[in-house]
């Protein structure tokens, strides 16, 4: 099987949008456009917040994970979201497939346990071996303040397992609400995962929090990217 | 987390491929991706753990990647794999060997600290096997370990199990060498060593060994205000330093250490302590005697 390039966008946020689109329309658009969308939300006490079912409703129409986590287990939550994102991916395309083959209802679990074995064989290949693209997003709104010693952390631990992979990545840092725009590229594309902690920005921006029209603004990112490399999924 | 299966103790599971059934006995076991159970069955008792079906399949894998040598395993035997089908919802599932015996920090508890060592002998025997299959651990919580009747560590959790040269599929921040700022999460066997290293030290600090984390020179200071890990400082911070590359080699040289310890200790220090002094040097004796033992088996 040969494997194009997994996108993904990991959005950081602690609350509602409170601004411009639904977020969940433009995480769907995003997933039309082959980019998986991740939310990671960052509470304080015991989670009842009320946007947090915003958070795994953008995650759902974007095809990808949510976990609701306090700051301290932030930094595992990231790699591990961004690792099952990448085999959810490869996951779905196979399911994809067996539908084509088998009838509209088959998916990976229709297979014999034996068979299944081989396919996450397969899985953890392409996801080692792949090329990814990441774009994290992390919302700077003024009650992420504490939060943020802890982003930056968790975005020096991903970069320390993005090195380790064999396939190539590249990774890009975007933080909104931005000074002239919802959202501002605060890294452009780089093969330095390390890049993503070093140069996080300590200022914040601003209270209001327009999630919705930051993914939009962040997709164009891709695919400006996608314009340089042709051999996308 | 996924819709996970929650089993009850008595209930009976049937296997939607092989029509075996298992009666289960009781849940001995929770992670991040499923929980696992003692049940028992035609073929005899065995643990069964309900995940979603990627871990199963990969899990699975894992199991079976451990069995290359014939008739042992650095971990438990792989039994099979089945899926349960309720109202047509899958909960996917698969069972092995139950290995029986206390998990590492259950084992040292109320024992005298110098068990810590022997510990980190029988774990470095348990990696020689592991690595020597192309393997490392990745994830080296003590929970994931358990001592067994014949005196050996086997794991019980393959999820961090990772193949050289990838990076470590699932590990705890404690025990990670990223963590640490101490190297890579690259999958090779000073990861696993290093781990191992700063297991030994939470063995017996762990409160001091969390305060600590991220600063290897901190982790350092613990290791020399304890008496017993003192004696093989050399070691661990070796181990540390991603200087061994292999589990022998750090096994040979934590054994060396103790005999020039054991000398050390009876020429070079004030009088006064002799009384204690004398008692260090039987014990670190002893100690070898016993190490040594365990090598000759």
Not at chain 1, 95 to 123: D, F, M, Q
Not at chain 2, 212 to 236: C, F, H, M, R, T
Request: proline share 4%; glycine share 8%; with cysteine.
């Amino acid at each position: 099987m040969k494997m194009g390039t997994m996108k993904q966008l990991l959005l950081l946020t602690d609350g509602c949008s409170n601004t411009g689109e639904d977020p969940v329309a433009m995480a769907a658009f995003a997933r039309r456009q082959g980019i998986t969308v991740n939310v990671i939300g960052i509470v304080d006490g015991h989670g009842n917040d009320p946007g947090l079912e915003e958070i795994e409703a953008i995650a759902k129409a974007g095809g990808g994970e949510s976990r609701i986590v306090q700051a301290a287990s932030l930094s595992e939550t990231v790699v591990n979201v961004t690792r099952q994102a990448m085999t959810g991916t490869i996951y779905s395309i196979i399911n994809e497939e067996l539908r084509g083959i088998l009838n509209k209802e088959a998916n990976v679990e229709s297979l014999p346990p034996a068979t299944r074995s081989e396919i996450a064989e397969k899985v953890e290949d392409i996801s080692e071996e792949a090329e990814l693209q990441l774009l994290v997003l992390t919302d700077m709104s003024a009650s992420m303040k504490l939060k943020l010693p802890a982003v930056k952390e968790a975005l020096y631990d991903l970069s320390v397992s993005m090195q380790s992979r064999i396939g190539p990545s590249s990774f890009s840092l975007w933080t909104f609400p931005g000074k002239y725009s919802a959202a501002e590229e605060r890294i452009g594309w780089t093969n330095h995962a390390g890049k993503l902690a070093e140069s996080f920005p300590q200022l914040l921006s601003g209270g209001i929090t327009p999630t919705g029209p930051a993914i939009r603004q962040a997709l164009s990112s891709f695919i400006e990217m996608g314009r340089y490399d042709e051999k996308s999924i | 987390m996924k819709n996970q299966y929650e089993a009850s103790p008595g209930e009976l599971i049937k296997g939607k491929w092989t029509g075996h059934v298992w009666r289960i006995e009781r849940e001995i076991g929770r992670g991040a991706n499923g929980v696992v159970y003692l049940v028992s069955g035609a073929a005899g008792r065995a643990a069964l753990k309900f995940a979603d079906s990627a871990s199963v399949a990969s899990e699975t894998n894992a199991l079976t990647a451990l069995e290359r040598v014939r008739g042992e395993s650095p971990g438990p035997f792989f039994i099979e794999a089945d899926d349960l089908e309720i109202k047509g919802a899958i909960y996917p599932f698969f069972l092995m060997e139950f290995i029986d015996g206390p998990v590492l920090h259950t084992f040292i508890k109320g024992k005298r600290e110098e068990w810590s060592i022997i510990l980190l002998i029988w774990l470095l025997t348990f990696l020689e096997s592991l690595h020597q299959l192309g393997h490392v651990m990745g994830d080296l919580k003590p929970e994931n370990f358990i001592v067994t009747a014949q005196k050996a560590v086997r794991a019980v959790d393959v999820g961090g199990i990772t193949k050289f040269g990838r990076s470590v599929k699932e590990y705890t921040a404690l025990y990670d060498r990223a963590a640490w700022q101490a190297g890579t999460r690259r999958a090779e066997p000073a990861y696993d060593l290093f781990g191992a290293a700063v297991l030994t030290v939470a063995l017996l600090h762990k409160q001091a060994v969390q305060r600590a984390l991220g600063d290897i020179e901190e982790l350092k200071k613990i290791v020399q205000s304890s008496p017993v890990l003192q004696l093989i400082e050399p070691v661990l911070c070796n181990a540390f330093a991603s200087k061994y590359d292999n589990a022998s080699s750090m096994k040979k040289e934590l054994l060396l250490c103790f005999a020039k310890t054991k000398t050390r200790t009876r020429a070079g220090r004030k009088k006064g302590k002799t009384f204690f002094l004398g008692k260090w040097a039987m014990l670190a004796g002893a100690l070898a005697a016993i190490v040594m033992l365990f090598l000759l088996n």
